[in-house]
Nanobody
Framework: QVQLVESGGGLVQPGGSLLLSCAPSERVSLVNDMGWYRQAPGNQRELVASITRGGRTKYGDSIEGRFTISRNNAENTMYLQMNALKPEDTAVYYC???????????????WGQGTQVTVSS
């Protein structure tokens, strides 16, 4: 069973930066649209940023130009560069991707387990 593996979370001071990455746990036939979502305690999961296979991006309203989403199609890896982090960015960040695991499979949504980002002094 294909899984999405996130890395790069941690504790950072306000104003600091973090780089998150996400990739499938094994080789797959196709990775289509990908995105980052986050969920803080007591809040609904919200879109942070998304990127199509062709590189078209979309950002959540709260990002305000501080984050940059990118991907490497050759390695099926997606990144989220987070700068000027604020305490309100504290949340579990989840990776989501539309994947066709094998040539004969149908496209399906996959979620990662999540990585904790804590912004605090």
């Amino acid at each position: 069973q294909v899984q999405l593996v996130e890395s790069g979370g941690g504790l950072v001071q306000p104003g600091g930066s973090l780089l998150l990455s996400c990739a499938p746990s094994e080789r797959v036939s196709l990775v289509n649209d990908m995105g980052w979502y986050r969920q803080a305690p007591g809040n609904q999961r919200e879109l942070v940023a998304s990127i199509t296979r062709g590189g078209r991006t979309k950002y959540g309203d709260s990002i305000e130009g501080r984050f940059t989403i990118s991907r490497n199609n050759a390695e099926n890896t997606m990144y989220l560069q987070m700068n000027a982090l604020k305490p309100e960015d504290t949340a579990v960040y989840y990776c989501k991707a539309v994947i066709r695991p094998t040539f004969y499979s149908e496209l399906a949504y996959f979620w990662g387990q999540g990585t904790q980002v804590t912004v605090s002094s």
